[in-house]
């Protein structure tokens, strides 16, 4: 028996250490790769989150701090080429990097499965005028050849800020503060927004104002009082650059939606105004008195089997000055409809195009009536600043009448045009008063020289232009939308 016990226990030991070697080699192995780097670009990497925002509205000069983790997911350790603030040292932003204060970290090691800390902190003086209403930053990682980043915004100026903000009652904004919007702002089928004179509303890259109820802004004549829409991008070079808000949208729900002395600017489409209000309404759904639309990129007066009055509206050098499809009622009264090709925008389409056809279907019944107006565009490849299309063979009503006009058209009036006996300058240059395109210096008053001076009729109630001065009273009113003083 005892033979037989040694025997067995030295067979145990045996077995016993050759397990012992194998989890040591795995041990080891496992031990091992942890402690190497992976290096494929395949490499599991992720961020607490993609933005930091700094929502706090700043009443006086003052810190936050934010943070965010970034997680390295693979059994390998990580390295990071490179964690950088992108704006430096001039940044409003600080940046801390595990523990570390700097604006750049080269190889920056993550252990598998671990992560590390990353904070910002911005600083901020509210009432620094030169200061944007959304101060942006990012943290660029880099690593095994991909590149992340970590976008930061904090609120800038003072003002009202709204982030994706709903009107749900009858509102009246004052001009205490600018208001920034911050995603969208939008008006509840019903309701009504009312924007007082001088406002000024500015409005970040993805933030659309979509009206299903009804919006009334109504400046006045003095610069200070109109209100003024426009990207919330004021420093250089961004301040110009059109395409840098997405637009004002009327959808089917809304309805008698007035805009006087209004200034919108720089956005992706200006008024973008979608069927008729509903029954029994029956009101014009869109009126633009006085108003301004500037360095659109896509289409800036733009309707959609709608209806839309306006008068005294300069629409200046944009993708489509006017784009009306699908049918509708529309009218244009003393309007400015010009376009000239510049380093920001160059001019591809006519400066109005009137269809009431949509993918080669009829689909509502046309009317579109302008009068005293000016139609013109230079610096581009276009040679008819008028498009229409209408069906060679169709029941529906399809009327435009054209009413003491100048208009830039190479090719024979289309058929579909109604001339009256009035004032028709074809091909006749407007002569405005300062064109200036390489400085993008646009003012389009007249010139004391122009052809479009006395040669309107005047439309009772239609007693000021677009500056507020008065027209000829008694006598013939200038074409277009301001009157030579």
Known sequence: MAICHSYITFETMKRFTVYISIIAAVVCMYSCKKDSFITSSDALLRTSVDTLHYDTVFTSVGSITQSFKIFNANDQKLRLSNVQLMGGSASFFKMNVDGVA????????????????????????PNASNLPFVVQDSIRISYNGNT?????????????????????????????LPYVILGSIAVDSAKTLTINKGCRVYFHADAPMIVNGTLKAIGDKDDANRIKFN??????????????????????????????????????????????????????????????LDNIYDVAVGGSNTSIDARNCLVSNCGYNVFLTAGGAYSFNQCTLASYGNNYLSHKYPVLTISNVVSGTVTSPLSCTVKNSIIYGEGGIVDDEIAVTKPASTSTAFNITFDNVLYKMKSNDPAAISFTTGTKLKNVAPVFDSIDVSNRYFNFRLAATSPCINKATA???????????????GGLPDLGCYEKQ
């Open 231 to 292: 990207g919330d991008r004021l420093d250089e070079p961004y301040k110009n650059f059109p395409g840098s808000w997405p637009g004002i949208y009327f959808n089917s729900s809304s309805k008698d939606n007035v805009m006087q002395y209004c200034i919108i600017k720089n956005a992706y489409q200006g008024t973008i105004v979608l069927n008729p209000p509903p029954l029994p309404n029956t009101n014009t759904k869109l009126t633009l008195q006085e108003c301004i």
């Open 459 to 473: 439309t009772p109630g239609l007693v000021f232009d677009l500056d507020g001065n008065t027209r000829v009273l």
């Open 102 to 125: 700097g604006t750049s970290f080269n190889d920056v090691e993550i252990n598998a499965n671990d992560s590390l800390y990353v904070f910002a902190t911005v600083t901020i003086n």
């Open 148 to 176: 992340r980043f970590v976008q930061l915004d904090a609120l800038g100026q003072n003002a009202h800020f709204m982030r994706d903000k709903r009107v749900t009652t009858d509102s009246t904004w004052k001009n205490d």
